[in-house]
């Protein structure tokens, strides 16, 4: 019984955590895909590098895409916010910088 109430106050947590993160615009757990497989629907490229993540629909685009495009190419989203996958050395560079503040 008591073991039970542990499980759904973990599942409460785990789902506060989860609607926290909507509003970030920085992912540091970047959509799991392989990128040498990512297509970008604005101009039909494989993305390399500089990609971003539609907020809406986690579509990847180049950024420069997205900029020229102004929102999600994916019909209907028409999102206009952009995550971008934060790469372990920005990270790094953060903490440098909060450190030294
Ligand atoms: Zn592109
Ligand atoms: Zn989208």
Same mark, same amino acid.
């Given at each position: 019984?008591?073991?039970?109430?542990?499980?759904?106050? /973990?599942?409460?947590?785990?789902? &506060?955590?989860? +609607?926290?993160?909507?509003?970030? @615009?920085?992912?540091?757990?970047?959509?799991?895909?392989?990128? $040498?497989? +990512? /297509?970008?629907?604005?101009?039909?490229?494989? /993305?390399?590098?500089?990609?971003?993540?539609?907020?809406?629909?986690? @579509?990847?685009?180049?950024?420069?895409?997205?900029?020229?495009?102004?929102?999600? $190419? &994916?019909?209907?989203?028409?999102? &206009?916010?952009?995550? #971008?996958?934060? $790469?372990?050395?920005?990270? #790094?560079?953060?903490?440098?910088? +909060?450190?030294?503040?």
């Amino acid at each position: 019984m008591l073991l039970r109430f542990a499980e759904l106050a /973990i599942g409460l947590y785990d789902q &506060t955590l989860l +609607a926290e993160g909507v509003g970030i @615009t920085f992912v540091q757990d970047a959509p799991q895909l392989k990128l $040498s497989e +990512a /297509i970008c629907q604005i101009c039909g490229e494989k /993305i390399k590098e500089g990609v971003v993540f539609c907020r809406r629909c986690r @579509t990847p685009h180049h950024q420069d895409c997205w900029e020229y495009n102004g929102a999600c $190419s &994916t019909y209907g989203c028409r999102e &206009t916010q952009y995550m #971008r996958p934060q $790469s372990r050395r920005a990270q #790094r560079e953060q903490k440098k910088m +909060a450190r030294s503040v």
